[in-house]
């Protein structure tokens, strides 16, 4: 029997920087604690952000979903949101940026309401929408403003949002939220709370956004403790819990789950070379055991990615690369995205697991690195040796390299044929540099620059590596989990066959 999937609420920004994620996740605390031991609740993001469903996971003790429909494409929302939504009381939903920010469109008919934006996903879910509002700077300017989100789509929108009302956040004094509230009233907001602020609540930031929970387990859940009893005191749950409405009642949508998404792949995989094109259908013979890399300094990974990994008949072995070594079981290496620039003497302090990740690569051992794994896996970082398997040196900067890529596959590797396409998102503040006398590996990405000018060459590729700054998603493309599972398998098998 499938369980009932939760109802939820979007709760949405009127930009960024108003306190969306620490009033998410201290709702998800608050709610948590209000219906345990008899029922949970449970977060999703909208967008690629990686560091906010930490908070939400925290909160709630539930795996945090992404929503993007850049990365995923939007057939894929409700199910996912259905998919984590199931067996839960209540799911709460935490946006992206402003609420119509999305995107970027400047063509003169663009739709308003922008594609990828937080009210695109609350659009494709039908679910009712919080508004938070930081009133630490307004007053009844509030009105004209929430007049003009609340109208603003109303012109070419086929499905209307619903609003269910506006939290009022870092709220000075009881004058000060009074005249909040009743700027809301004119606009015709409901008011769900006015929150003064709790400055022992809020937590750190840095180049990138928040400090990771990776890095900050315990004060987060103690700061975000703290928050939950806050919010009980200034904002009514009962309330909001009754506006959740289930995500697109009338559409009968199959939740995700990573068993389908493999079987419903149309390419079928026989244990062949990594690189090579897959023939017939062959069943894994064996589980082959691939290392995913965590810890603090690399904690950018979707749940989904495990989940397929394992259905498609992998042994998950996990590994936080400041401490732990590569066991000698190790068929293929995920090295995610994260922070190796803040941990950077603790990772090059652990030389007996860069020498093995060098000594794996050059036997040909399956490589995956994203971002910062690509960074790990360069001959170094701002001077500072590391694990030197691919032919440039890094640096960190602070110029940010920000945005959506519609991105084309120019190599072969066990990831992807040349040709393929897919949406990713680059997020990131180190940079690549080559020494002139460098031998470079086939480049794995090409896409146009913003301007349709110029061509970007980006990444590595071998038909055993696949290393890039792109961050993909892996439920737009379930056949790269499989790929890397009968990557392993073949190189295990050749391994074995050498012993």
């Known amino acids: 029997m499938v369980s009932p999937v939760a109802p939820g609420l979007v ?4 930009h960024s920087q108003v306190g969306k994620t620490l009033v998410t996740a201290g709702l998800l605390r608050a709610f948590r604690n209000l219906y345990a031991p008899h029922g949970s609740v449970v977060g999703f993001k909208v967008g690629p952000d990686y560091i906010d469903p930490g908070y939400h996971q925290v909160a709630s003790g539930q795996s945090c979903r992404n929503l993007d429909p850049v990365l995923c494409d939007e057939d894929a929302i409700l199910p996912l949101y259905r998919y984590g939504a199931e067996g839960h009381r209540l799911a709460l939903v935490e946006g992206v940026m402003g609420l119509y920010d999305g995107r970027m469109n400047l063509a003169a008919d663009a739709p308003r309401i922008p594609y990828g934006s937080t009210a695109h996903v609350a659009q494709l879910l039908t679910l009712p929408i919080v508004l938070v509002v930081d009133g630490s700077h ?11 989100i609340r109208t603003y789509p109303a012109v070419d929108s086929t499905t209307p949002l619903r609003f269910a009302g506006a939290l009022i956040n870092r709220v ?3 004058r000060h939220a009074a005249i909040l509230e009743h700027a809301c009233q004119r606009a015709g907001f409901p008011v769900l709370g006015t929150i003064p602020t709790l400055p022992a609540a809020e937590r750190p930031s840095r180049h990138l956004g928040l ?5 900050a387990w315990q004060e987060t859940d103690q700061a975000l403790e703290s928050f939950a009893t806050h919010l009980q005191t200034y904002c009514d749950l009962e309330v909001l819990a009754n506006l959740a409405q289930p995500a697109a009642p009338a559409v009968d949508t199959a939740p995700w789950n990573p068993a389908d998404a493999l079987r419903d792949n149309d390419e079928h995989l026989v244990d062949c070379p990594p690189g090579s094109i897959p023939a017939a259908a062959s069943p894994p013979a064996l589980s082959p055991t691939i290392v995913v890399c965590g810890g603090p300094a690399f ?6 990615e495990v989940e397929l990994l394992r259905a498609a008949g992998a042994h998950i072995h996990l590994l936080d690369p400041a401490t732990d070594q590569l066991p000698d079981s190790a068929a293929g290496l995920l090295i995610p995205g994260g922070f190796p620039e803040e941990h950077l003497t603790d990772l090059t302090r652990n030389h007996t697991l860069l020498t093995s990740i060098r000594a794996a690569a050059t036997a040909g051992m399956p490589i995956w690195a994203e971002c910062a794994g690509l960074v790990y896996l360069s001959a170094a970082l ?7 398997v ?19 596959y120019t190599s072969a590797s066990w990831a992807f044929h040349p040709g393929e396409r897919i949406s990713g998102h680059e997020f990131h503040r180190t940079h690549i540099t080559e020494p002139p006398d460098s031998h470079r590996i086939d480049t794995a990405w090409q896409w146009e620059n913003h301007d349709n000018q110029n061509v970007i060459a980006e990444g590595w590729a071998s038909p055993t590596l696949y290393a890039s700054y792109l961050h993909t998603h892996p439920v737009a493309r379930p056949a790269v989990a499989q790929r890397f599972v009968h990557a392993a398998q073949h190189y295990h098998k050749t391994r074995e066959g050498n012993a």
Do not use: N
């Open 211 to 215: 400090i990771t929970t990776a890095e």
């Open 138 to 148: 307004t007053s009844d300017t509030l009105a004209a403003l929430l007049y003009g």
């Open 382 to 388: 701002d001077g500072t040796p590391l694990a030197g």
């Open 11 to 14: 709760i949405a920004g009127m």
């Open 299 to 304: 904690s950018f990974t979707y749940p989904e």
């Open 172 to 174: 000075k004094t009881t």
């Open 390 to 408: 691919l032919p440039c040196r890094t640096t960190f900067s602070g110029r940010l390299t920000l945005g959506y890529r519609e991105a084309t």
